[in-house]
């Protein structure tokens, strides 16, 4: 039943001569240019497509071996897929990197300039999206069979431009010259419907039947996107569905004279898969978005409903056997009565039978404890647009009341705490309180955060259903997040330990007794060193100052939220600029604090805090007084590729949330691998990388969570911080001065109201204090070469657990319940 570890020896035989033909013929009869006029985009797209003929080899191989053995699959539903770049990860999955490197080479071209030429396929905003990216790559690499189902954005995330200090948001456009990885089959194109009403029938037998005549129909068109797993034998898809008018033309109002009215539905129709939401972690509660989870959720199980019949025909009886469904966060949770309208409506299944088979198929992954992201939705907004849904959504409620009553009768209380509907001033439908009813699973992120979904979040429904609720902890794919993106260190980890780690990253554990090896120590920072030079070099072409390669690289890169506390990093960076005016000999050694943040449009104060973090960055980096000792690097528009670049240059890992609010990270566990030390709360995974690397090897400081919930219970007063803290007073107060916005006093201030007129929702100033000591701590550490040297490499040596092969073992046996299907030759 287990997933089965992965073959190690490669499939594919290409060799340097052939890459070269094959990058030529393409660049001749692909893109009809040639070897004196091709630019590096040219020898980009030539060299994706002479890749892309091994790809296609692979998905045919993998899709007829999981046909002819008629596997069990995963599929994996989310409405965000953060894959960054493709070229270097399918040739080093395919072991073809050096090849390419070499044949290019010999072309005259740069394999890395042309790597540079890739735009992010960043169809995704933060951790959920890119956590989503490792998974299928996971699920590859362990020849399982698995498909991601999502959408295919026209633009992804915006681009980020920093201009004066501010977040300027542009459009992103990853496939304006065309992107040669993704594959259309029109051939399996879906109609899906939207809005209308419904018709109540009474049947021969007495049987009531619902009818949905819907007011428009919209077309899904199917993108896949090659998933090579590392060895390049199993390559899955992730199929992502643009949408497009259905050419169903509104006669009525064309012949009404209504010419352009009619011509508005295709504009409608195809503004559905316009444009990625920027929001993390906020629910939009805009009738586009759901319309947007509807779209990709009822194309996608029509396209599982169309695999499964193509093999079963009209017999359901198997269908819980060969398809599981997983629910990245509640953005899918709409599949739940869309399964149930084709069940009961389309294939007239009664009630039950159909309620039992879905509750057999979907499990649910829950990513968060905020409210604001725990998503709602007008059951007006439902109505209108999922007329049906909403009717099978009370259908459910109303069935799972009743069993509420059987545990807890009479209680009402507990009735309007689990219903799926919110009473109030407008009715709301609850999509996590679906998710967990309609799912025979539900898991949390991170062992923490798993236990405050039950203790927290759903407490009577884990008592409803003990065993439903559990964790699986993330992971990261150690192919993307160590192989590939610090190669220098990869070879020297070959060379201790074998080649083999990317597969059984356990095998890093055989780092740990060079900890203490002087060589070993000065050889593993010589990396880093190299890797701190590269990002230099990044800054210096970005920003366009230098910056002290001895100094301590200090990283915080993720999405900008209050929660997040980038604003306590800013504080303390303030701090230290205060301490070394005040005391030019301030003993410090130097560090470089470099952030990568988007913050989402519509979020005022994070948009303050990326201003006021470029603002003192400016004073400081040109105040000779102490720029030999503080630099501060914003670079603009951090995404995949350029955290490829951040994560093998860190040194400190910041990791600085407000206890139990980020469910578990992952930047975390990316860091540590590339032998980055963190300085974090205990929060999310944070707990669980201290448990491995152990409290010498980690700096933790703050609140517990507990600690949390007493001060904020005993009534948290953050002026008190401000008067007993001069410092912190001192650095507040200046934030409302001109100092670092001349001209405009006050530019700054609205961090100030935040954390002492607004209540400081997440407790910075509690928390300042022990930062600030931390963070003496890491520069005493720094100080003593071993024993920094020492501390990363048992950083490195004890991330086993994290990669995403583990939490994809750990879902395919308590939850999943696949088996591999080992694709061969042929
Ligand atoms: I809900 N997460 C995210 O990136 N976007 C969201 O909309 C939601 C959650 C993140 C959490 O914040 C991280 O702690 C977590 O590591 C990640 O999801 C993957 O589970």
């Not at 691998?673 to 152990?694: C, H, S």
């Not at 700096?699 to 002026?719: H, Q, R, W």
């Amino acid at each position: 039943m287990s997933a089965k570890k992965p073959n190690v020896e490669r499939d594919v035989t290409i060799n340097k001569s052939e890459f070269k033909a094959a990058v030529v013929r393409h660049l001749h009869c692909t893109l009809g240019t040639d070897e004196n006029k091709a630019n590096n985009h040219a020898w980009w797209k030539a060299t994706c497509s002479a890749m892309q003929e091994q790809v296609l080899e692979g998905i045919r191989k993998t899709q007829k071996t999981h046909y002819l053995n008629d596997t069990r699959a995963v599929h994996y539903f989310s409405a965000e897929f953060l894959m960054g770049r493709l070229l270097s990860n399918n040739l080093q999955n395919f072991g073809l990197f050096d090849v390419a490197n070499d044949a290019l080479n010999e072309l005259g071209v740069s394999l890395s300039d042309v790597l540079e030429e890739e735009p992010d396929m960043a169809l995704g905003n933060g951790g959920l999206g890119r956590l989503a990216a490792c998974f299928i790559d996971s699920l590859a690499t362990m020849e399982l069979p698995a498909i991601g189902y999502g959408i295919h954005y026209e633009h992804g995330l915006f681009r980020q431009e920093i201009q004066g200090g501010a977040q300027i948001e542009r459009p992103d456009s990853w496939r304006d010259y065309g992107n040669p990885w993704e594959i259309c089959r029109p051939e399996s194109i879906q109609e899906v419907s939207l809005y209308g009403y419904v018709e109540t029938k009474y049947g021969e037998n007495g049987r009531i039947q619902k009818e949905w005549h819907p007011g428009h129909i919209v077309k899904g068109i199917p993108w896949d996107i090659p998933v090579v797993g590392y060895g390049g034998k199993t390559v899955n898809v992730l199929r992502l569905w643009q949408s497009k008018s259905s050419g169903y033309f509104n006669w009525d109002v064309f012949n009404a004279g209504g010419y352009v009215d009619a011509q508005v539905e295709n504009v409608q129709a195809e503004t559905i898969s316009k444009v990625l939401y920027p929001n993390d972690e906020t629910e939009a509660g805009k009738e586009l978005r759901l319309i947007q989870q509807y779209f990709f959720c009822a194309c996608s199980l029509k396209d599982i409903i169309r695999r499964y019949k193509r093999a079963h025909g009209d017999d359901w009886s198997r269908f819980i056997d060969q398809v599981v469904i997983q629910l990245n966060d509640t953005h899918p949770a709409i599949a739940i009565p869309e399964l149930m309208r084709i069940l009961v409506d389309r294939a007239e299944l009664d009630w039950d039978q159909a309620w039992g088979i879905c509750t057999k198929v979907f499990a649910y992954t829950n990513h968060t404890l905020l409210p604001e992201a725990l998503e709602r939705w007008p059951a007006r907004m439902l109505e209108k647009i999922l007329p049906r849904h909403l009717e099978i959504i009370y259908e459910i409620n109303h069935r799972f009341m009743k069993e509420v009553d059987k545990k807890w009768p009479g209680d009402n209380a507990v009735k309007a705490r689990l219903s799926i509907i919110e009473e109030g001033n407008e009715k709301m439908v609850r999509m996590g309180h679906l998710s967990v009813i309609g799912s025979f699973a539900v898991n949390g992120v991170a062992e923490l955060h798993s236990r405050l979904v039950k203790q927290n979040l759903f407490p009577e429904f884990d008592a409803l259903w003990p065993g439903k609720l559990t964790n699986v902890t993330n992971g990261i794919t150690p192919r993307r997040w160590l192989k590939a993106c610090n190669p220098a260190l990869s070879k020297l980890i070959d060379k201790k330990v074998g080649a083999d780690w990317p597969l059984e990253l356990k095998k890093l554990e055989g780092l740990e007794k060079y900890a203490g090896n002087k060589t070993f120590q000065k050889q593993f920072m010589q990396v880093k060193q190299q890797n701190k030079q590269l990002l230099a070099a990044e800054i210096k072409e970005s920003l366009g100052f230098d910056v002290d390669t001895n100094a301590i690289f200090d990283v915080q890169i993720k999405r900008l939220h209050e929660y997040k506390r980038q604003h306590l990093a800013l504080l303390h960076i303030m701090a230290l600029y205060r301490r070394l005016l005040e005391n030019p000999d301030y003993d410090m050694h130097p560090r470089v604090f470099i952030f990568g943040a988007k913050a989402a449009p519509g979020y005022k104060l994070a948009k303050d805090i990326i201003y006021a973090i470029n603002k003192v960055a400016d004073k400081i980096n040109n105040d000779a007084r102490v720029n030999q000792k503080l630099k501060v690097a914003f670079l603009p528009n951090y995404r995949v590729s350029l955290a490829e670049k951040m994560i093998p240059a860190a040194d400190v890992s910041e990791q600085i949330s407000t206890a139990g609010k980020e469910a578990s990270g992952t930047g975390n566990m990316k860091l540590a691998l590339n032998g980055a030390v963190t300085i974090g709360t205990l929060d999310g995974a944070n707990i669980e990388i201290a448990e491995e690397v152990g409290d010498d090897n980690i700096f933790i400081f703050g609140l517990t969570v507990d600690e949390v919930n007493e001060l904020k219970a005993s009534g948290y007063k953050p002026y008190d911080y401000y008067y007993k803290n001069p410092e912190i007073k001192a650095v507040l107060d200046w934030l409302e001065t001109d100092y670092f916005t001349p001209g405009k006093p006050g530019a700054l201030a609205s961090i100030k109201q935040s954390l002492l007129d607004h209540g400081d929702q997440y407790l910075v100033l509690a928390d300042y204090e022990a930062y600030s000591k931390a963070q003496e701590e890491v520069d005493k550490a720094y100080r003593d070469k071993e024993r920094w040297a020492k501390m990363a490499i048992i950083n490195t040596a004890k991330m086993g657990k994290f990669t995403s092969d583990r939490s994809i073992r750990d879902y395919v046996e308590r939850i999943w319940k696949l088996n591999a299907c080992p694709v061969r030759k042929g």
